[in-house]
């Protein structure tokens, strides 16, 4: 149980430091899941019921438009995914979940026993919050520099905001990422663009 209250700590810490009991109900509920290379975590069509912590290795969100993978978000060591539409609304998701480093070690965090913990620990609540709050200002960044960035501050700002994900997911992932072709990404890398 130790090592579940270090990844319990580990989550909550950006948020909010926990005290001794919510830190023990938190790490309660959580479920260790390997991985390998390649291996898919969600897949089209599920119901996604829990945010993922990523204690080491990298996930992978995407989805398929017109036949071609597109890369929506990296999930890095010591970030927390999920699919926010499925996960709220308990409808299937459009959105598939991949390891792309090996190994990959999770920890599940079932979304309807956090929502029991945030109802006896405001503490959980403040985190569950500052969780949220920073996926959206993710995803609000995300869609600003898709909208008013060149190709090479969009690379710029990838390289500052997933620096681990700038070194370790392919150029294919990281080209859809950014909405590029990879040829183009390798020519924004090399300076000519």
């Known amino acids: 149980m130790h090592e579940y209250i270090e990844i319990a700590r580990k ?6 430091n926990l005290s001794s009991e ?11 899941i390997k991985l390998k290379k390649g ?7 599920q119901i996604h019921r829990n945010m993922v912590y990523v204690d080491t290795g990298m996930l992978r969100q995407f989805y398929y438009k017109k036949g071609k993978d597109v890369t929506e978000h990296f999930g890095c060591e010591g970030t927390v995914v999920y699919c926010i539409n499925s996960l709220f609304n308990e409808q299937p998701t459009d959105l598939m979940i991949e390891a792309i480093v090996e190994p ?18 405001s503490e959980i609540a403040t985190m ?4 949220l709050e920073n996926s959206l200002i993710v995803s609000q960044n995300k869609a600003d520099s898709w909208r008013f960035e060149t190709a090479r501050e969009r690379y710029n700002r990838f ?6 994900a ?28």
Do not use: H, W
């Open 159 to 164: 390289i500052k905001d997933f620096p681990d």
């Open 104 to 121: 990959t070690l999770v920890y599940n965090i079932n979304y309807r026993k956090l929502c029991c913990l945030i109802e006896e620990y």
């Open 22 to 32: 919510p830190l023990q109900k938190l790490a309660e509920i959580l479920e260790p």
């Open 11 to 16: 989550i909550s810490s950006p948020y909010n």
């Open 128 to 131: 569950l919050r500052g969780l």
């Open 166 to 193: 700038a070194k370790r997911a392919s150029i294919n992932d990281i080209a859809s990422y950014l909405l590029m072709a990879p040829e183009s990404l390798s020519r924004v890398r090399s300076g000519i663009l």
């Open 39 to 45: 291996e898919i975590l969600l897949d089209k069509g």
